[in-house]
């Protein structure tokens, strides 16, 4: 008998919440944002110090570090079907700390972030695609 083995059942179809949706964007924006900022800010510092900036790049380059894990978290949020990702709250957080560099979008998006993450439907929606699959008997 040939039988065809079952594996873990496809996850239920879940709708997702527009607050998850919103925070993918805003998260996208600030992340594209941050990475201008940082190359911008670094690449003003060099040139216009003829070189002596490079002692503050790594300092400069902050933002652009942080936008690329924006992005790369904004796309998971945003993925069609929903693939398993944890609530970022580092990520907020690095956003409001990105205001010392005069980014206020960041600012705005982290605060929006961490007021998102505490909805009970957002809470559950996470809780729900990081759900262990279970095998099909």
């Known amino acids: 008998m040939n039988e065809v083995p079952q594996y ?14 919103a925070l993918g964007v805003l998260t996208l924006v600030s ?22 900036g490079l002692l503050c790049a790594p300092v400069t380059v902050l933002p652009a570090i942080l936008g690329v894990f924006e992005v790369l978290y904004a796309i998971k949020l945003l993925a ?10 580092t990520i907020a ?14 600012l705005v998006v982290g605060i929006l972030a961490l007021v998102f ?12 695609i990081n759900a ?5 008997a």
Do not use: H, W
Request: hydrophobic content about 40%.
């Open 8 to 21: 873990a059942s496809p996850r239920p179809t879940l709708e997702k919440p527009g607050m998850v949706t």
């Open 31 to 52: 992340g594209i944002i941050n990475i201008l900022t940082g190359l911008g800010l670094t690449g003003g510092l060099v040139l216009g110090t003829l070189g002596l």
């Open 80 to 89: 069609n079907p929903p693939v398993p990702v944890q609530f970022s709250q």
């Open 93 to 106: 957080i690095l956003e409001i700390c990105c205001i010392l560099f005069g980014n206020v979008i960041a």
């Open 117 to 128: 993450y505490s909805d009970a439907q957002v809470r559950g929606y996470f809780e729900t």
């Open 132 to 136: 262990p699959t279970t095998p099909a």
